[in-house]
């Protein structure tokens, strides 16, 4: 069955770097993108951009242009997320989702992972 | 950007109660709407993808209808797993945008 398994919690001061994986099985990894959606505390979904999973090219949302980088290790069928410079308000749940347009737009997502910016 | 208004923000229904709810686009979206429901801690999970159609898996009491700008998500018969926060997507067009919630409590 399709799954995408992201990486564990994170506790990390203001100022370091966190890098966060979505690990997908179950299907083609080339064949669909991957999306990633930041959810703070208590508020709704905020969508950060995706990367293609066939190319490498990642795509930004305006508001995580500059410390927001997605790569891929495609051999590993894994996306990862990586934050530099972390602020208090990069404390969110971080889902990974996959898509193919038109149909299958965010039709799985990962678990979430938590990421806690504190000093 | 699409700016996607959902309405209502808080709603309380009872068992068996048929609920709606609603997303307002802020430009024409060709029916790329998708509702997803979230219980507190877990993922988000489809429910309706293009408007209309029922995910696999979902049961035949959710359904979705609009087009243009006006989308509405109907329950026909509330269970008690179906208390949790909906969310609308549109994916007409980048960025992707949400609305920002309903969250459906159990009077």
């Known amino acids: 069955q399709i799954q995408l398994v992201q990486s564990g919690p994170e506790l990390k001061k203001p100022g370091e770097s966190v890098k966060i994986s979505c690990k997908a099985s179950?299907?083609?990894?080339?064949?669909?993108?991957m999306h990633w959606v930041k959810q703070a505390p208590g508020k709704g979904l905020k969508w950060m951009g995706w990367?293609?999973?066939?190319?490498?090219?990642?795509t930004y949302a305006d508001d995580f242009k500059g410390r927001f980088v997605f790569s891929l290790e495609a051999s590993a069928s894994t996306a990862n997320l990586q934050i530099s410079n972390l602020k208090n308000e990069d404390t969110a749940t971080y889902f990974c989702?996959?898509?193919?347009?038109?149909?299958?737009?965010?039709?799985?997502w990962g678990q979430g992972a938590s990421v806690t910016v504190s000093s | 950007d699409i700016q996607m208004t959902q309405s209502p923000s808080f709603l309380s229904a009872s068992v068996g109660d048929r609920v709606t709810i609603n997303c307002k686009a802020s430009?024409?979206?060709?029916?790329?709407l998708n509702w997803y429901q979230q219980k507190l801690g877990e993922a988000p999970k489809r429910l309706i993808y293009?408007?209309?159609n029922l995910q696999t898996g979902i049961p035949s009491r959710f359904s979705g209808s609009g087009s243009g700008t006006d989308y509405t998500l109907t329950i026909s018969s509330l269970q008690p797993e179906d208390f949790a926060t909906y969310f609308c997507?549109?994916?007409?067009?980048?960025?992707?945008?949400f609305g920002s919630g309903t969250k459906l409590e159990i009077k």
């Open positions: 990367i293609n999973t066939y190319t490498g090219k990642p």
């Open positions: 997507l549109q994916h007409n067009s980048f960025p992707l945008t």
């Open positions: 293009n408007t209309n």
């Open positions: 179950g299907y083609t990894f080339t064949d669909y993108a």
């Open positions: 989702a996959r898509a193919r347009a038109p149909y299958y737009v965010m039709d799985a």
């Open positions: 430009q024409n979206i060709n029916k790329y």
